[in-house]
Nanobody, 124 residues
C-alpha cells in the first residue's frame, strides 16, 4: 500500500502563488509517475500535471501551462506543485495521485493511489 499526504493549500488572492506538497510513504518503490488533479464543485476531476519518477518527464494540463510547475524529490518521495499567477478559476480541491504503470497521464483512472486532497481558494 501507498499513502499520500498533501499539504500547502489555502486562500490566496488572484495573481498570487502557492506551493503544494505531496509526501508518499509505504510501497513507493513501484512508483512510475505522480500527478496532481483538481476538482471544483459540480465539475469533473481535471488533470493538472504529472511527473515520471525515473526520467522526470513533465506533463501539464492546458489550463495551467506556463503558470504551474511540477517537481519531485526522489529521496524524500515528495512531489511539489508550484502554482503562480493564480486565478479564481483555479479554485478547487487539489489531489495528489500515484500511478504504478505507464499509460495516459491525464486520466484519473490510470492512477492507483490518491491523497485526501487540499483546498485551494483564489479570491478575486
Amino acid at each position: 500500500q501507498v499513502q499520500l499526504v498533501e499539504s500547502g493549500g489555502g486562500l490566496v488572492q488572484a495573481g498570487g502563488s502557492l506551493r503544494l506538497s505531496c509526501a508518499a510513504s509505504g510501497r513507493t518503490f513501484s512508483t512510475y509517475a505522480m500527478g496532481w488533479f483538481r476538482q471544483a464543485p459540480g465539475k469533473e476531476r481535471e488533470f493538472v500535471a504529472a511527473i515520471t519518477w525515473g526520467g522526470g518527464g513533465k506533463y501539464y494540463g492546458d489550463s495551467v501551462k506556463g503558470r504551474f510547475t511540477i517537481s519531485r524529490d526522489n529521496v524524500k518521495n515528495t512531489v511539489y506543485l508550484q502554482m503562480n499567477s493564480l486565478k479564481p478559476e483555479d479554485t478547487a480541491v487539489y489531489y495528489c495521485a500515484l500511478k504504478s504503470y505507464g499509460g495516459p497521464y491525464y486520466s484519473p483512472g490510470e492512477y492507483d493511489y490518491w491523497g485526501q486532497g487540499t483546498q485551494v481558494t483564489v479570491s478575486s
